[in-house]
């Protein structure tokens, strides 16, 4: 707008040029220097309050942030993630689909900042974030509901895709955790995994449910995933290994 605003008054350039020239009496007389005066006041105003505006708008938008962003990890913080999961819900009552919830729970997290302290305390919070984050779809909602306690929420899913997203993310973590800023750190995280067969996506009952499937993965050893209603394994690999951790013998980290 205040090019176009500009590129007007560049014609007067040219145009002073062309046409011939005008007295000076008769120039202040003119009915468009009146016209033009109240344009400018307007536009001026105009202006100042569309700036104040804007100015408005983002003060606002950073403070919406700010309320819904965990500031270490960059992440939903947990009334984020009900609020964005609460949204999600409203539209998939329309059209019902099955969904999954994650309960993640770091290994072990207090005796890491006793260890090494909190700064890697938070550095292992970020990695986890990223790691988890870069093994999740752009649909899929993430939040950290608090200290080293972390939900997803997977759409669109089953039990056999929820388990192996579950499993990417454990195994995932702890490899990149072995090693965190060059201390050893071995960190891992248990899983609690609870489904929802398509009717209407109740967040905080599937959260329920996956803190109590979370709490067996906690009792069985940790660095494991175990998914709501299964008390006992009931698929394994080829190779002998179970095909996820929370079916498996206990792979616990230290």
Not at 41 to 60: D, H, S, V, Y
Request: aromatic share 6%; proline share 4%.
């Amino acid at each position: 707008m205040l090019l176009a605003y500009g590129a007007l008054f560049l014609l007067r350039t040219p145009l002073a040029l062309v046409l011939p020239p005008v007295s000076t009496n008769t120039a202040f007389t003119s009915v468009w220097l009146t016209v033009l005066s109240f344009e400018e006041l307007l536009f001026t105003i105009a202006a100042a309050f569309i700036m104040l505006a804007m100015t408005k708008e983002r003060t606002e938008q950073g403070h919406r942030n700010a309320a819904l962003v965990d500031p270490l990890t960059g992440v939903s913080n947990r009334r984020g993630f009900l609020v964005e999961s609460d949204e999600l819900s409203r539209q998939q009552s329309e059209k019902p689909q099955p969904a999954a919830v994650l309960l993640l729970d770091l290994d072990h997290f207090k005796s890491i900042n006793d260890r090494f302290g909190h700064a890697i305390g938070d550095r292992v919070l970020q990695v986890f974030a990223q790691t988890a984050a870069a093994n999740l779809r752009a649909t899929d909602l993430f939040g950290r509901l608090g200290g080293e306690e972390f939900a997803v929420l997977l759409c669109n899913v089953g039990r056999e895709r929820a388990l192996v997203a579950a499993e990417r993310i454990r195994s995932t973590f702890a490899e990149v955790a072995l090693e965190v800023d060059g201390r050893p750190v071995s960190a891992t995280v248990s899983i609690g995994v609870s489904l929802c067969d398509g009717k209407k996506v109740d967040v905080p009952s599937l959260l329920v449910q996956a803190d109590q499937a979370l709490y067996r993965a906690k009792e069985r050893g940790r660095n494991r995933v175990e998914i709501a209603g299964a008390e006992r394994p009931t698929r394994r690999a080829d190779d002998g290994t179970a095909l996820f951790s929370g079916l498996a013998p206990n792979t616990a980290a230290a």
